[in-house]
């Protein structure tokens, strides 16, 4: 099977000194671009946690797989974690009207999607909130009916199969 992916596929360089980043995620104007990895061959910087959900893969196909229909520009990502699928749309449809907006439960995720999206410049083409998928006054105000598609990348690991990540062991 050949892909056509239309994107550029990953590349990862360095590693993200992560020490006591939660810390300092609230510190926007203070940005440690030193933290920020590469990705689609420094196309777009990331900070990411050393812990959790990183990009891999399935992020990058996932990311390269969404179409736009004429005039279905508003996107929604649920479970967002530091940003990086809708960074990724961002930035592909750069030069459209598109719009995404994250929602991610965990605080500490949220902010490096704030962070990451002020380091790549995309304020305008995406915006992050924290909340719960489950809570019914944020479904209410996110107005659900506005989008015109919807992504997810949701983590699906066996702990008991795959391999552990280096920072684990």
């Not at 704030?114 to 380091?119: G, H, R, S, T, V």
Request: aromatic content about 8%; glycine content about 6%.
């Amino acid at each position: 099977v050949i892909l056509n992916l239309n994107w550029p596929l990953l590349a990862v360089t360095g590693r993200a000194g992560f020490i006591n980043l939660f810390r300092v995620i609230n510190n926007f104007n203070n940005l440690n671009l030193n933290l920020a990895e590469d990705i689609l061959y420094g196309k777009l910087k990331l900070i990411q946690p050393e812990l959790g959900p990183r990009v891999n893969m399935d992020t990058v196909l996932l990311a390269s797989w969404v179409r736009l229909r004429a005039g279905k520009f508003k996107f929604i990502e649920l479970g967002s974690a530091a940003g990086a699928v809708s960074l990724m749309l961002a930035l592909r449809f750069i030069n459209s009207n598109f719009h995404i907006t994250g929602i991610e439960i965990q605080d500490e995720l949220n902010n490096l999607a704030k962070q990451n999206l002020i380091l790549n410049n995309l304020q305008d083409k995406a915006e992050f909130i924290c909340g719960d998928l489950r809570d019914k006054e944020l479904l209410n105000n996110l107005r659900l009916d506005y989008y015109d598609g919807v992504v997810a990348n949701p983590p699906y690991e066996t702990l008991t199969r795959g391999r552990k990540s280096e920072a684990l062991t």
